[in-house]
Nanobody, 125 residues
Framework: QVQLVESGGGLVLAGGSLRLSCAVS????????MGWFRQAPGKEREFVAG????????DYADSVKGRFTISRDNAKKTVYLQMTSLKPEDTAVYYC??????????????????WGQGTQVTVSS
């Protein structure tokens, strides 16, 4: 059984930074693609960032480009999301997701097979 466990969320002032982590267990090999999504109250879940297994390819939502960085450590089966210059509009529950089927990053949540339970990020102004 594949499990994804996020950590690192919390409350931060606008302009601050947080680093989210997501540990994957239950498979002997790392997912081909890992992604981060977020969902704010009353809004749909949206793509934030994605990374291929090698780490050679990444993709970001326009709203976070230049502020967020996704990375992964396959030896630890962990993916990270470094968030800087946080804004109140970044407030949401952040979810990590794993895709063991595709070699390319997709921004569609339906493409990801496994999800973590989510971690709350709150940015106050």
């Amino acid at each position: 059984q594949v499990q994804l466990v996020e950590s690192g969320g919390g409350l931060v002032l606008a302009g601050g930074s947080l680093r989210l982590s997501c540990a994957v267990s239950g498979r002997t090999f790392s997912p081909y693609v890992m992604g981060w999504f977020r969902q704010a109250p009353g809004k749909e879940r949206e793509f934030v960032a994605g990374i291929t297994r090698s780490g050679g390819s990444t993709d970001y939502a326009d709203s976070v480009k230049g502020r967020f960085t996704i990375s992964r450590d396959n030896a630890k089966k962990t993916v990270y999301l470094q968030m800087t210059s946080l804004k109140p509009e970044d407030t949401a529950v952040y979810y990590c997701a794993a895709d063991f089927s595709r070699f390319f990053i997709t921004t569609s949540a339906r493409a990801y097979e496994y999800w973590g339970q989510g971690t709350q990020v709150t940015v106050s102004s």
